[in-house]
């Protein structure tokens, strides 16, 4: 396998992930979080999960970088400066140490693509197989989203309208 | 923000241009989501993307206080649509969500659950596109609110 296209991309999504968390000003900080989606969306193509790299890059992208200026522009709309205190000292102590120890923990995960891994050899071969036979839906990701695991799908759809209720409820200024 | 016109010919003429053009591409990704990438979540999501940025480009000032609390009866019914597919196989005899069990005559199981899958991807865009835009008029009316009284 060749790094050529990965790393690259690697190398730009620890930049604009760094540079959101470092840069002065709050309104950089949310654009360069959309180019991080952007960036991370387009690992997901690489890594050919189409379907995540599509919602990566509309909703990361997209409407989550529209939320968060609405929202900068209605929490501080004069001063965008980030003031930042100096991290405690056990902040840099622990945190390397947390990452070494999830590098460590990532090493027994199964490697990219192996057949032999449990979320291969579970139920995704019955879903590939019988998909177009079962619901005539060649795009698998479809026929599991919305036949197979509708419930799952159902519940998320009523988060979603949850979550556009509680944001009129929570910022509605009307008296009535 | 929303609400405020732009005078901007450029603005105007890109969002003229943009604001059909990602329309159609979200139907397109709609109707297709069962042949490639993309489905209702990501229809909606587009759709919301169109709807606010036309808002953002040709929007009236006034009217967007309303219309977001009347957008909330259309989030209702994307949920609506969806619970009422899942509820079809139920009638027929059924488990809930199990699409080939809903009384069409006429079709054969995979018809059915493929007809299933369309209807309710169509009540997931609307879900989530009504979900987004009203968050986005409760986001902006706010802030123009206190812009008016400054």
Known sequence: ?176 | MIGSRFESLIVRRTGSLLVPLVQIFALYVLFFGQYGPGGGFVAGVMIAASLVLGQLVFGRSGLSARRARSLLAGDGMGLLIFVAVGGLGLIGGGQFLNYSEAPIPGLPDASRRYVGILLTQIGVALDVAVAAVSIVFSLSRSARGEAGNA
């Not at chain 1, 409407?63 to 900068?72: G, P």
């Not at chain 1, 197979?148 to 929570?170: P, Q």
């Open chain 1, 1 to 176: 396998m060749t790094y050529s296209f990965e790393l690259p991309l690697l190398v730009l999504l620890i930049l604009t992930a760094g540079g959101a968390i470092l840069v002065k000003d709050l309104i950089s900080a949310v654009l360069i979080l959309g180019s991080y989606s952007f960036f991370l969306a387009l690992i997901w193509a690489w890594l050919g999960a189409a379907d995540v790299a599509f919602v990566e890059a509309v909703v990361g992208a997209g409407l989550a970088t529209v939320f968060f200026l609405l929202t900068l522009f209605r929490t501080a709309p004069d001063d965008t400066r980030i003031r930042r205190p100096r991290p405690p000292v056990v902040v840099v102590v622990a945190l390397p140490l947390l990452g070494m120890l999830l590098l460590y923990a990532a090493s027994d995960l199964p490697s990219f693509g192996d057949p032999a891994s449990p979320a291969s050899t579970h139920v995704s071969p019955h879903y590939l197989e019988n998909s177009v036979a079962d619901t005539l839906t060649p795009n698998v990701v479809t026929s599991v989203l919305m036949d197979y695991r509708a419930l799952d799908t159902l519940i998320e759809t009523v988060v979603v309208f949850t979550s556009g209720i509680a944001c009129w409820l929570l910022l509605r200024r009307d008296p009535e």
